[in-house]
């Protein structure tokens, strides 16, 4: 099969296309054929040399869509059957998405029911999965506001859309460093962009929810803007700073909550699936800003760390 495999770290050029064997089944594992990944920060990062526990080569991804090709649980995961992966080890401890084929453990192949365009399935799985579970963690359902910092990432768009079908009263402001990209959030349903400026989000607003995405970087600004009572999630770091020196816990609001939300913790079959079903019940376009084709993979990292990126960018083999 063909895949992107990375021998050492370095820029995109250290993603190359080769030649590989297919990977055979063996127990409690199934072989998915991958018809599309979507690009995650954290694989930029592993591809750096930033993720100490990643050894080279390997075939990096932490999801992919696609359709079971052999099973060793012909009753759960027949051949055929239309699949989603993300996490578990994929693509760190163990060869990921990016590729032809991929061999997965059953435990972490979910089968999913939906009639998404294999572009559209293939921008959701890590991406809507994790803004999905932030914004309930973060009391969606009941905010009257939510700010989104980091807004124009996969996940921060993400966020912005799915907030308008759980809770459609919801207020929405979206921090970008680019006020360039103020009419792309306006065209996804931010209501209210913001400037994020050496760290702090120019707005004077409090907020009933947060979803964090800058995250250490910016997490003491943000809970200065959280109402009482309201709920913080840190969910990912952009800012590329993953601790707080002299961190005030006072800064959290009366009775406001920080938390978190990690998605290998949190993801079901059945939980992924109330998700798809909740972007085709309200039509949710979730088509990918960019898409590539495998042999240019490469390029697809290099769209989303450029300064105009925006949104999801996806791989279809
Ligand atoms: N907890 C979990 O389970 C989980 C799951 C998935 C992702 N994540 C994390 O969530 C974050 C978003 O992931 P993603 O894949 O959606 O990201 P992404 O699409 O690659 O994000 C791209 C955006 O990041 C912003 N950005 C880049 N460098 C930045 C910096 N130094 N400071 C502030 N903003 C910066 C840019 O926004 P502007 O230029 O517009 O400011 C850019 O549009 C990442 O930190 C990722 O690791 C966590």
Redesign the pocket.
């Known amino acids: 099969m063909k895949a992107i495999v990375i021998e050492h770290a370095g820029g995109p050029e250290a993603l190359q296309l080769k030649e590989v064997p297919t990977p055979q089944v063996k127990p409690g594992w199934s072989l998915v054929k991958v018809k599309g990944f979507?690009?995650?920060?954290?694989e930029?990062?592993t591809r750096n040399g930033e993720s100490p526990t990643v050894k080279f080569p390997r075939i990096l991804g932490i999801e992919c869509v696609g359709e079971v090709a052999d099973t060793t649980d012909a009753a759960h995961l027949p051949v055929g059957q239309k699949v989603v992966s993300i996490?578990g080890g994929m693509g760190r401890a163990f060869d990921g998405g990016y590729a032809e084929y991929a061999l997965l453990p059953n435990k972490q192949i979910y089968p999913v029911t939906t009639k998404l365009s294999w572009a559209e399935l293939a921008a959701v799985p890590?991406?809507y999965?994790?803004a999905y579970?932030?914004l309930f963690n973060a009391h969606i359902q009941t905010a009257k506001t939510l700010l989104v910092r980091?807004?124009?990432?996969?996940?921060?768009?993400?966020a912005i859309k799915l907030a308008k079908a759980i809770n459609p009263a919801v207020k929405i402001a979206g921090?970008?460093?680019?006020e360039a990209?103020f009419a792309e959030l306006k065209q996804i349903g931010c209501d209210e962009p913001v400037v994020?400026s050496d760290g702090a989000v120019q707005t004077a607003a409090h907020f009933d929810a947060i979803l964090e995405?800058?995250?250490a970087?910016?997490l003491t600004n943000s809970l200065q803007h959280l109402q009482p009572r309201g709920y913080c999630c840190?969910?990912?770091?952009?800012?590329?700073e993953w601790t707080i020196k002299d961190f005030d816990p006072f800064v959290i609001p009366s009775g406001g909550s920080l938390t978190?939300?990690?998605?290998?913790?949190?993801v079901t079959e059945a939980k992924f699936n109330d998700m798809l079903q909740l972007i085709e019940d309200h039509h949710i376009d979730v088509k990918p800003t960019k898409t590539f084709d495998l042999a240019h993979t490469a390029d697809a990292q290099a769209a989303?760390?450029q300064?105009?990126?925006?949104?999801?960018?996806v791989v279809l083999p």
């Open positions: 979507g690009i995650n920060r954290s930029i990062f996490m890590e991406t999965f994790t579970g932030s980091g807004a124009t990432s996969g996940v921060g768009s993400a921090s970008t460093r680019s990209k994020d995405l800058v995250g970087k910016t840190l969910i990912g770091g952009l800012g590329d978190s939300f990690g998605s290998g913790f949190e989303l760390d300064p105009g990126s925006f949104g999801k960018v």
